[in-house]
């Protein structure tokens, strides 16, 4: 059994979020990632006007359709967004003028746009009023994951109590500067026996020694994902992505051609089995859960 990554925006120069993915080049990606050890993975589809996400939903859903190998490949959907927090530094890079509350007629939109393969879905717990939409994914069958969210414990809490069982890349879509001890990362540490806690394991997005303390608390409920965007697979360099210029450095992280900013991660699993091995001292019993069991048993997909 190979890789699961629960979180792929695109891959081996494709880019999952741009309106004319062809049935070529996603074919191309999936080869791409079969190469690299992946036997899985949940297509990522994040914030944009509902038009373009429901739009770029559907074309995902009739490409894998029509094959096989793109069947096989992507087990699944992960939406992210748009419900999610507005502010600088939760939000990412997510576009603040696509970001809303939460909405159960624009879920349900996207859910029908995704006929069925919407496996997880990520909000901010604080931007739905009385939890309903999460609720509602719960009723549907989805795994509700927070990110890009300043919970407060008791939203947290509150959102467990609704379905809320994941957090999605813990560690990011946060701010540099925040409170020291009560910020989302502690809150969601300390309501781990509760939520699957999904990571990014480049050393960058979360530097190895927090990375390691993590791990340790998170425990059988860790996972490790990759968050890859198209230039994934590529390896160093720069490279042209749709209309982007994105600089890969040698870390795998990707940024703008000036350096000024992270656009996400170039990383593979391959890569990211070589840092847990070297740089955080994993077992490869340990790595294995992380990379191929848990992201699996997070979702409900059997090993």
């Known amino acids: 059994m190979g890789y699961f990554d629960i979180q792929v925006n695109g891959y081996g120069g494709v880019d999952y979020n741009q309106d004319d993915l062809s049935a070529e080049d996603l074919h191309r990606s999936c080869q791409h990632l079969r190469a690299d050890g992946v036997t899985g993975i949940l297509a990522t589809i994040v914030t944009e006007a509902p038009d373009k996400m429901i739009g770029r939903l559907q074309r995902l859903v009739a490409l894998r359709e029509a094959d096989p190998l793109v069947r096989e490949m992507i087990a699944g959907l992960h939406v992210e967004g748009p419900f999610l927090s507005p502010k600088d530094g939760f939000r990412g890079a997510h576009p603040a003028d696509a970001i809303c509350h939460a909405d159960e007629n624009l879920a349900a939109r996207l859910l029908e746009a995704g006929a069925g393969l919407i496996r997880i879905f990520t909000l901010a717990p604080e931007h739905d009023a009385d939890y ?11 795994v509700i994951a927070a990110g890009h969210t300043d919970a407060t414990l008791d939203n947290l809490r509150a959102a467990i109590d609704s379905g809320l069982t994941m957090m999605t890349h813990l560690g990011n879509g946060c701010p540099m500067v925040q409170h020291r001890h009560d910020n989302i990362v502690q809150r969601a540490l300390s309501l781990r026996k509760h939520l699957w806690l999904s990571f990014i394991a480049d050393g960058v997005h979360i530097p190895y020694p927090a990375l390691r303390n993590y791990l340790d608390l998170a425990g059988e409920k860790a996972l490790v994902t990759t968050d890859a965007m198209a230039a994934a ?9 749709s209309r982007w210029t994105v600089l890969v450095k040698e870390d795998l992280a990707a940024w703008a051609p000036d350096g000024s900013h992270l656009l996400g991660s170039a990383m593979s699993m391959p890569r990211v089995v070589q840092n847990l091995e070297r740089e955080v001292g994993l077992s490869s019993e340990k790595i294995k859960a992380l990379t191929t069991d848990t992201p699996r048993q997070a979702i409900g997909i059997p090993s």
Request: proline fraction near 5%.
């Open 132 to 142: 309903r939409v999460t609720r509602f994914l719960k009723k549907e069958g989805v």
């Open 233 to 241: 697979g590529l390896g160093p360099g720069t490279h042209r992505i």
